[in-house]
């Protein structure tokens, strides 16, 4: 993350370490392992406080790979970003949207997503940058603050620290799809709750964008199919912004919402209905 920093816009030693990370298996922990699925959390160092404090638990580092045997990794990736398309297939999906370019292969943009009750739902602002070679396809992304999107009052604002997806061609029709993330939902979850929760759902979440995979190109054919801005930037109608209009948003400037309150009710409604 601190290349990151150094420059809004991640650059070559930005999309080079995350395919690093993304490859390894040095300092990753195996959690499961079946049917062309694996998931691995990051063996790292529990975080202390400035207190000296060494016990507090940070938001682990969570990877997915699944093996995709009838998919293409130019369709996979074509999935990952036609907005268009993802409200076809994402049903925790509220509220998606491109706000702006800040380079051809660079943009900001906003999503919210539906919640488990009695959790309140969330949303995030992110930079998202992507990169393409013959049979490589790289996205990244990570929490920004943008002035015209302030956090709301209705949704807590999530933190993705580093999030991205590294496709790579296997065969005409295959690829190895790895996700990686590393994100704070923020309100007031456990730590540990957060990370037993990422591990369930990250591996649902990739079958079911491999199951998008399979019906893109039939749908695709009967919308805008020669319209690809993510590989023909010329296409954007996106308006162009400075990326000096963005800065990186840090979890701990973000206020934790307490949704104890809602867990307290959810419970009591519970006793009621069992009296």
Not at 45 to 74: E, F, L
Not at 80 to 93: A, V
Not at 252 to 262: P, T, Y
Request: glycine share 4%.
């Amino acid at each position: 993350m601190s290349r990151i920093l150094s420059g809004i816009i991640p650059d070559e030693a930005v999309f080079a370490d995350f395919r690093r990370q993304a490859l390894s298996t040095d300092n990753w922990y195996s959690k499961y392992d079946k049917n062309g699925m694996e998931v691995w959390v990051e063996v790292a160092p529990v975080a202390s406080s400035p207190q000296g404090n060494k016990n507090i638990p940070k938001v682990h580092k969570i990877k997915c790979r699944m093996t995709i045997k009838d998919v293409s990794a130019a369709t996979m990736y074509d999935v990952l970003h036609d907005g268009l398309y993802r409200k076809k297939w994402d049903p925790t999906m509220l509220e998606s949207f491109d706000i702006a370019r800040l380079s051809p292969n660079a943009d900001v943009g906003y999503y919210s997503w539906l919640c488990p009750k009695p959790l309140m739902n969330r949303d995030v602002v992110t930079l998202r940058s992507w990169q393409v070679t013959d049979d490589e396809y790289v996205i990244v992304n990570y929490s920004v603050k943008h002035l015209k999107y302030p956090p709301k009052k209705d949704l807590v604002r999530a933190i993705s620290l580093l999030t991205g997806y590294l496709v790579k061609a296997t065969g005409p029709n295959s690829c190895s799809f790895t996700y990686l993330s590393q994100a704070d939902p923020k309100g007031s979850l456990p730590k540990w709750v957060v990370n037993k929760a990422s591990q369930v759902l990250a591996p649902r979440v990739l079958k079911c964008v491999h199951k998008a995979g399979q019906s893109y190109p039939e749908w695709k054919e009967q919308n805008s199919p020669d319209q690809k801005p993510w590989l023909y930037p010329e296409q954007s109608t996106l308006p162009m912004m400075d990326p000096a209009e963005l800065t990186v948003q840090r979890a701990d400037s973000l206020e934790n919402v307490d949704e104890s309150s809602q867990l307290d009710i959810q419970e009591s409604n519970k006793a009621e209905d069992s009296s």
